[in-house]
């Protein structure tokens, strides 16, 4: 089974502080992807990566960066945590693009993110 | 670009009743649909998948669901739901030339005893 797994399940930051939350796949995935859900918004893409040191901004990148130094490893990084960053963060990972379709997506367990 | 509507943001049902989630889509070229769940406090999980072939879906926990593309609808089904399944439900849609997944805005499914 694909697992991916996020480095906190819940987290609390102050407003100002650099947050990184990370991200690990075992399924020698090449695209790995973060959202962040906040009720009534559903998923909204912030980040996504489809091969190492490779980036393409989603939907809502603003404050928001990302690092892919390894394969299986995908880091989010807030370079300065406001309360509008409070929400839940998903990982994702899925297997290389199929005939110009993208493929089925493989979630983490989230991480809470609660900046005060 | 492509779109998802989910047409009902929480379904209220009684156990053991049959459910419909509604969902529809707008792409004028080929797509993947798919359906995932979500219970609290935990990531997404692939319910089930319409790549190509048979428009009738069936996936995990006794779910299924139909592609009709003069719809362009992927409504979810169940013919007897459980406690278990309340949790928050999912469409979404890979079109050709696009290289993410778009998804709906979620439907609560509440199960009533």
């Known amino acids: 089974d694909v697992k991916v797994t996020q480095s906190s399940r819940y987290l609390v930051k102050r407003t100002g502080e650099k947050v990184f939350l990370e991200c690990v796949q075992d399924?020698?995935?090449?695209?790995m992807f973060w959202y962040r859900q906040d009720p009534g918004l559903g998923l909204r893409l912030i980040y996504f990566?489809?091969?190492?040191?490779?980036?393409e901004k989603g939907d809502i990148p603003e404050g928001y960066s990302v690092s892919r130094e390894k394969k299986e490893r995908f880091s989010l990084i807030l370079e300065s945590a406001s309360t509008n960053q409070t929400s839940m963060y998903l990982c994702?990972?899925?297997?290389?693009?199929?005939?110009?379709?993208?493929?089925?997506?493989?979630f983490g367990p989230g991480t809470r993110l609660t900046v005060t | 670009a492509q779109s998802v509507t989910q047409l009902d943001s929480q379904v209220p049902v009684f156990e053991e009743a049959p459910v419909e989630l509604r969902c529809n889509y707008s792409?004028?070229?080929?797509?993947?649909l798919f359906w995932y769940v979500q219970y609290p406090n935990q990531g997404l999980q692939l319910l089930l998948k319409?790549?190509?072939?048979?428009?009738l879906v069936k996936g995990i926990n006794g779910f299924e669901a139909e592609f009709n593309k003069s719809q362009t609808s992927f409504h979810l089904r169940k013919p007897s739901v459980h406690i278990s399944d309340t949790a928050e439900y999912f469409c979404?849609?890979?079109?050709?030339?696009?290289?993410?997944?778009?998804f709906g805005q979620g439907t609560r499914l509440t199960i009533n005893p």
């Open positions: 979404a849609v890979s079109a050709e030339g696009a290289q993410k997944l778009v």
């Open positions: 792409s004028s070229v080929s797509v993947y």
């Open positions: 319409y790549l190509s072939g048979s428009t």
């Open positions: 990566s489809y091969d190492v040191k490779m980036k």
């Open positions: 994702a990972s899925s297997p290389v693009f199929v005939a110009g379709l993208a493929y089925e997506q493989y």
């Open positions: 399924m020698d995935h090449e695209n």
